[in-house]
C-alpha cells in the first residue's frame, strides 16, 4: 500500500487540477495519486492559510510536508522577499511543488528533500499540516527537529485535527520546551502556535 509520506509512491501517475482560493488569492494546483490530499486542498490546510498570521516578509520560512504545495505557493506569493522551503520526503510531491510554483508565478519557493536544506539555514517561520499518520514517535522526532531551526524570534504554526491527537500533542510540545497555544479551533481542527524553544 502507498502512502503519502512514501519517498516514491508506487501508485500510478493520474494529475488533476484543484483549486485554492483565499481571500487574497486564487491557486489552480496539479496534485496526483500517492501525495497528500490528492483529491482537493485539505480543510486543515485551507484554515491555516486563512487564520495563521501572514508571513514575514523577509528571510527563510518552511513549508513542513509540502505535498503538492498549496502553503509554499502560498507564502511565495504572499512573501516574495522571502525565501520559502518546501520539504517533503515524497519526490512525487516535490515535483508538483516545484511545478505549481512555477506555473503560479513564484520564483522563491525551492523544493527539496528535507536533508538538501542547508544546516545553517534558521527559519522565521515554520507552517505544517504536519503527517501524524506517520506515528506518534516518528512526529515527535520530525516536529522537534525542524522546530529547533526556528530562530530565537521565530513561529511556527501546526493545524491538527483533534481526533488526530492535537490537543496532546500541544501538551508534548510544552513540555519539550516549546511554548505552545492555540491560536484557533474551528471544523474539529487545531491551529497551533509554537515559539522557538528558549
Given amino acids: 500500500m502507498s502512502h503519502y509520506f512514501d519517498v516514491d509512491p508506487s501508485v500510478v501517475s493520474d494529475p488533476r487540477r484543484v483549486r485554492l482560493v483565499l481571500p487574497d488569492l486564487v491557486l489552480d494546483l496539479t496534485t496526483d495519486r500517492g501525495v497528500f490530499a490528492r483529491d482537493g486542498v485539505d480543510p486543515g490546510t485551507k484554515l491555516l492559510l486563512m487564520e495563521a498570521p501572514l508571513p514575514p516578509a523577509q528571510g527563510h520560512l518552511l513549508d513542513l510536508g509540502c505535498g503538492y504545495g498549496p502553503v509554499a505557493v502560498t507564502l511565495g506569493r504572499r512573501s516574495p522577499g522571502a525565501t520559502v522551503w518546501a520539504v517533503d520526503v515524497n519526490r512525487r510531491a516535490l515535483t508538483l511543488t516545484a511545478a505549481n510554483a512555477e506555473a503560479a508565478g513564484v520564483g522563491n519557493v525551492r523544493a527539496v528533500a528535507p536533508e538538501a536544506v542547508p544546516d545553517d539555514v534558521v527559519f522565521a517561520g515554520l507552517w505544517s499540516n504536519p503527517p501524524v499518520r506517520v506515528g ?63
Fill in 136 to 198: 506518534k514517535v516518528a512526529l515527535q522526532s520530525l516536529l522537534q527537529r525542524w522546530l529547533d531551526r526556528l530562530a530565537p524570534e521565530g513561529h511556527a504554526w501546526l493545524v491538527v485535527h483533534k481526533h488526530l491527537g492535537a490537543d496532546s500533542l500541544a501538551r508534548w510540545l510544552g513540555s519539550q520546551g516549546f511554548p505552545t497555544e492555540r491560536l484557533r479551533s474551528r471544523m474539529g481542527y487545531r491551529i497551533l502556535q509554537v515559539d522557538a524553544r528558549a
